[in-house]
């Protein structure tokens, strides 16, 4: 009997090893993309810059029984982008680039709580992993904006998670999207495939040792790779103009999407920048660059809508373009 209860208990600490491991390696793997302390101390400096903006206002749209919070910044009338958050993550982590003078000068800035995260709660569950559900709740506020912008651009610029479903909303709502941003995001329908670990935290007992922030993020997973398949034809058929750009040292999206990007995207609208020696966290560590980005992105699709055609179509930006394909700055 003692060696049967000794054989139990080794048994049941290997159980319990075999766990913890599993959880060790899922959170490693769901946010490798942990900053460095000095990131971490640059972007909680931010959060308060931010959160003491007086030109920064905290707003709320009410859809039916849901309420989508997000921040403002700048009047009705103007040119107007919508900043896209990834997973986890609130309207601060895009919206810290509202702080920046040079958007505040050509920009209506908007940053949403996307549905599940910050104060967008759901009522009767903790997450939305289908792409056009959660489209549905995002959009009556794009329409909102885009009736205020008396014939301006209105773009999308969204960060991971956030750059995958901004696409998406383009798409399904071609008349209220200008243009798109896309940084970091996975954009390939194989590549945003849920991984190991992402099965592994669907499952008792790994599911109930993990933060909730992270099983909101884990649901949210399962819905990108269907998402990116409705998209396969309609890259090839968007005139919008698009930007994709994403770090080749990326430890959370497969960098892979930047090769994807490159062959599937209409090279005619479309921007991609690859930068080396650069993580998952472009939204921490180069706001500088998204901000150039997003100026960009707004000039050309001020003369799209004006001529019907990207700029990137003509020598001087087609250049331009090819140049900055596989350099760290915009040109």
Known sequence: MKAISEISMTNNRQQRHFV????????????????TPEAISQDRRSRATIEQD??????????????LHYAESGEPGNATVVFVHGTPGSWRSLGRLMTRPELQDALRMVAIDRPGWGNSLLDDQRSEPDFDLQARLIVPLLQKLKEETNGQPLILAGHSYGGSISPYLAFRYPELVDGVLMAASAIDPELGR???????????????????????????????????????SWWQTTTIPLTYVQGEDDELVHPENLSFAEQSLPPANTRVVRLTEQGHLLHVQRRDLLSELTL????????????????????????????????????
């Open 20 to 35: 913890f491991s599993l959880l060790l390696i899922f959170t490693v793997g769901l946010v490798s993309c942990v900053a």
């Open 54 to 67: 007086p030109a920064i206002t905290l707003k709320q749209l009410q859809v039916g029984d849901f309420t």
């Open 194 to 232: 849920p991984r190991w670990y992402n099965y592994a935290a669907s499952v008792w007992p790994i599911s109930r040792l993990i933060d909730e922030r992270l099983q909101i993020a884990n649901d949210e997973i399962w819905g990108v790779a269907p998402a990116l398949r409705e998209l396969e």
């Open 296 to 331: 960009d992105l707004l000039a050309r699709t001020r003369i799209y809508l004006a001529t019907g055609i990207d700029p990137l179509n003509t020598t001087e930006f087609a250049e331009r373009s090819n140049s900055c394909v596989e350099v760290t700055e915009l040109c």
